[in-house]
């Protein structure tokens, strides 16, 4: 950066335009990350981990408590200096209902958590079967259901089973965590589609849910946006706030979305505020306003998973 340059950053950030900011979210396209939807395998692994937003993938910072954002500001004496601050709705942002005894047909289950095929490869139980265990589908037959069933690795068929169910609303899928039989699973699935057999099943239902209310209120105190965590990145973006002085916390992204980060920025905060304008102008994802409507997932625009979530 020239003389000229910073000369004139430091006129423009005086008069509340934040130039160095400006300019990085003009000239440097990939610190705007996409909020695409993951890819639907059968992998359980692979949905969103909302219930780990805000815990720290530091190692260096490993201890930090869920909801502990680091954030920068501008203090007594004129220093932008680091500072912690908890937020107790990161803990809350998930509600979790424990069903001992639930019940369900075979073609509800979506997916697995184990298995020796490699299950992000693949869309459906269908697939896999077809792929990979073949000869398990050959007999399409009552006898052939039969068969599959019997097989001792599937255990949420046996009572006493450490095998449970889980199902997360904002992904809308039902997954068998299961420690073996996947594959006579899928083919007794499959089979059972396809002879018009029902396979009624049961066992413990761990249920998910994004808080409302947890949401709702982080967005009353923040503008919430979502960078990419490059290095490079991060590092401008740092400059780019410290020379405009503006007051902003921030936090890790769950798996899948790792390589990102949340920008949290006050809404009592002037200087805060024209980043959060400027955020919004550049088409920077709108992370709170995304979870608020993911957390109306299953309402009046979800029927079809009522059933799960209307279980007291």
């Known amino acids: 950066m ?41 992998a359980s692994e692979k949905v969103v981990r909302w219930h780990e937003f805000g815990v720290s993938t530091d190692i260096l ?23 912690y601050l908890h937020r107790p ?15 369900c047909e075979i073609q509800e289950v979506h997916g697995f958590s184990a ?11 269908d697939e896999m079967v077809e792929c990979n265990s073949r000869e398990m589908i050959t007999d399409i037959s009552p006898q052939g259901l039969a068969k599959n069933l019997a097989h001792n690795e599937i255990r949420i068929m046996r009572p006493n089973t450490d095998d449970c169910f889980k199902y997360h609303r904002w992904d809308g ?9 996947s594959h006579h699973f899928a083919a007794a699935k499959y089979i059972a589609l396809r002879i018009g057999a029902p396979v009624p099943l049961a066992g413990r239902l761990h249920s998910y849910a994004l808080n409302p209310d947890a949401i709702a209120s982080l967005r009353r105190d923040f503008d919430i946006f979502m960078i990419s965590d490059k290095p ?22 769950p798996r899948p ?27 920077i994802v709108d992370l709170g306003a995304y979870l608020e409507g993911l957390s109306r997932t ?4 979800g029927r079809a998973d009522l059933r799960f979530i209307t279980i007291t």
């Open 2 to 42: 020239s003389f000229k340059q910073f000369v004139m950053d430091g006129f423009a950030e005086s008069f509340g335009r934040p130039a160095k900011l400006l300019r990085l979210l003009t000239e440097q396209s990939d610190i705007r990350v996409p909020l695409v939807e993951t890819d639907k395998s059968i």
């Open 61 to 83: 910072l490993s201890r930090r408590k869920q909801g502990k954002l680091l954030g920068w500001r501008k203090k007594g004496g004129g220093y932008y200096n680091s500072f």
């Open 89 to 103: 709705e990161f803990e809350q942002l998930v509600t979790k209902i424990v069903i001992e005894r639930w019940q």
């Open 115 to 125: 298995s020796k095929s490699e299950l992000t490869k693949f869309s459906s139980m």
């Open 173 to 181: 899928r039902l997954f068998l965590i299961n420690s073996g039989g």
């Open 232 to 253: 490079a990145i991060s590092v401008a973006f740092n400059e780019a706030m410290r020379s405009f002085e503006a007051t902003w916390l921030w936090t890790h992204l």
């Open 257 to 283: 979305y790792h390589k990102a980060r949340a920008i949290l920025l006050p809404k009592n905060e002037r200087r805060s505020q024209r980043v959060a304008q400027a955020f919004q102008e550049a088409a």
């Open 298 to 301: 299953g309402d009046e625009n």
